[in-house]
C-alpha cells in the first residue's frame, strides 16, 4: 500500500465513522470491501461490482508511465504517467478516435510535407516511431489526414526531443490551406504563431516517466464544416535536424479522451458499464440513511460520480459534478426532484472529494471543498442497485474520468464531518 494518504483517506480511516463503513472501493491501495452478512469482508472488486462490461482497446497509463491496453472487461486501475501516482478507477463513455495508425506515422496514411519520414527502427511499446527531419524549410511535417464537418478537435500527441529540439504543430483548412501553428522548444513552452485557420489552446504540454513527452490541444476552427489536417514537426529549418514522433490521436470535441490504437480506419470504443447490482448491492445499502464518498476527477462537465436506483429515471439518489454548479446531491421520487449544489465550480480532470449524507424525512446534505449545502429529502422507493460513473440514464452523464475511492457508510454522517472529508 501507498505510504502517503489523502486527508480525506484518513478522516475516512478514523473511528467512530470507519465503524459505519459498510462498502469501500479503494483504488488507490487495490483493496475492496463490503459488508457481507453483516461483516465488512475483502473481495475481489468483480465480487463487488457485479454487473461490469467494458469493451477491449481502452488504454491507459501504468505506474512507469508506460501505455498498456485493458482487455474486455477489465477494470483499468490507471496511474498518473507524469508522477506514477494512482488516479483510479478509469470510467469513459464511448469515445471515437478519427486518424488512421494513430500509433504508427511510418504508414503511408500520414502524409509527408516538406520533411523526410526516417523510421526509428522498430517498436517502442504500442508505438512505431519515426523521425521527421528537416528540409530546410519550417513547414516540415507529417500529417495525420482527414475529412471532417467538426465544430471542434482535441489532439493528443506523443514525441520526443530529436536532434532539433523543438516542435512545431499545425492545424491546417485543407478547403483554402490556411494554418493555425504553435512552436516551441520541446521542453518549454509552446507558443502561438498564426491562427488563421481556428482557435489552438494548449491543455497540458508533459513528460512521462517513460521519457516521452504528451502534448495536448484542442482546435477550433473557423471554418467547422470543411477538411481539417494535424501536422507534427521540428521547428526548424536547418536541413536534418529532427523530431521523433510516436503518434497522434484526434478527436472530435474538446473534451480529453483516453488514446486510441488505430489502422486502417476511425475506432470507436464503446461506453463501459460499472453496476453494483442486487444482493451485492442490497447487502450493505441502507434505504432508510447512509453517506456516499467519493474522490474522483472527471473531463464531463456534467459527469454523474455515483447514483444509487430503483431501474428508472424517476426513482433516485445520485451525486452529480454540474459545471459552474460544482457538486450537486439529488433525491428523487416519482419524478419530483429535490437537490442542491455545494456551489463549487467543477473543474475538468481535477481530482475532488464529494460527499452525500441522506436520511428519510430529514434533511439531506451534499458537500465539496468543505462547503455544504441542503436540500429537503423525497425519498425514492425500491433502491435496488448502484452505478459508478455514471447515472445508466443518458450517454452524456459519464464521469470520464478516475474514480480513485468510492465509500458508502450506512448511516448518515453529520455536516461537520462532511465539511472535514470534502476540506
Not at 56 to 83: C, H, K, W
Not at 170 to 186: H, I, K
Not at 266 to 277: C, T, Y
Request: aromatic content about 10%.
Amino acid at each position: 500500500m501507498s505510504a502517503w494518504q489523502p486527508m480525506c483517506s484518513r478522516v475516512l480511516d478514523a473511528n467512530p465513522i470507519a465503524d459505519a463503513i459498510a462498502l469501500d472501493l479503494d483504488y488507490r491501495n487495490d483493496r475492496y470491501r463490503a459488508l457481507d452478512s453483516g461483516v465488512l469482508v475483502e473481495k475481489p472488486w468483480s465480487d463487488i461490482v457485479n454487473n461490469y462490461s467494458a469493451p477491449a482497446g481502452r488504454t491507459y497509463f501504468d505506474s512507469s508511465g508506460v501505455l498498456q491496453t485493458a482487455g474486455a472487461n477489465e477494470m483499468i486501475r490507471a496511474f498518473d504517467p507524469v508522477t506514477g501516482e494512482v488516479v483510479g478507477n478509469q470510467v469513459w463513455n464511448a469515445y471515437t478516435c478519427l486518424n488512421h495508425y494513430s500509433f504508427d506515422p511510418t504508414n503511408s496514411a500520414w502524409l509527408v510535407s516538406g520533411a523526410t519520414r526516417t523510421p526509428y527502427g522498430g517498436k517502442v511499446g504500442q508505438f512505431t516511431p519515426v523521425y521527421v527531419e528537416s528540409t530546410g524549410g519550417t513547414w516540415n511535417r507529417l500529417l495525420a489526414t482527414f475529412l471532417s464537418g467538426n465544430d471542434s478537435y482535441t489532439v493528443r500527441c506523443i514525441y520526443s526531443s530529436g536532434s532539433s529540439g523543438r516542435f512545431r504543430l499545425t492545424c491546417r483548412d485543407t478547403s483554402n490551406s490556411l494554418e493555425t501553428q504553435l512552436a516551441g522548444t520541446v521542453n518549454g513552452v509552446k507558443s502561438t504563431i498564426t491562427t488563421a485557420a481556428g482557435t489552438v489552446t494548449v491543455k497540458s504540454d508533459k513528460q512521462l516517466l517513460s521519457g516521452l513527452r504528451e502534448i495536448i490541444i484542442t482546435f477550433v476552427p473557423v471554418n467547422p464544416g470543411t477538411g481539417v489536417s494535424f501536422g507534427f514537426g521540428p521547428d526548424s529549418v536547418v536541413v536534418g535536424e529532427s523530431l521523433l514522433l510516436y503518434g497522434a490521436c484526434v478527436y472530435a470535441g474538446t473534451e480529453e479522451k483516453p488514446l486510441v490504437n488505430t489502422l486502417n480506419s476511425s475506432v470507436l470504443v464503446a461506453g463501459e458499464s460499472q453496476v453494483i447490482n442486487a444482493e451485492s448491492f442490497l447487502n450493505f445499502y441502507n434505504e432508510e440513511e447512509g453517506t456516499i464518498f467519493c474522490l474522483s476527477s472527471g473531463h464531463n462537465n456534467t459527469g454523474y460520480i455515483a447514483q444509487a436506483d430503483a431501474g428508472s429515471g424517476n426513482d433516485r439518489r445520485l451525486i452529480r459534478m454540474d459545471g459552474g454548479s460544482g457538486a450537486r446531491g439529488f433525491s428523487i421520487a416519482s419524478s419530483i426532484t429535490q437537490s442542491a449544489a455545494a456551489g463549487v465550480p467543477w473543474i475538468a480532470g481535477v481530482k475532488k472529494p464529494v460527499v452525500m449524507a441522506y436520511r428519510s424525512g430529514a434533511t439531506n446534505y451534499i458537500a465539496a471543498d468543505g462547503q455544504t449545502a441542503s436540500f429537503p429529502d423525497n425519498s425514492p422507493p425500491g433502491i435496488y442497485r448502484m452505478w459508478l460513473g455514471t447515472g445508466g440514464i443518458s450517454s452524456t452523464l459519464y464521469l470520464n474520468g478516475y474514480i480513485e475511492r468510492l465509500v458508502y457508510f450506512n448511516r448518515a454522517l453529520p455536516p461537520s464531518i462532511l465539511q472535514r472529508l470534502t476540506a
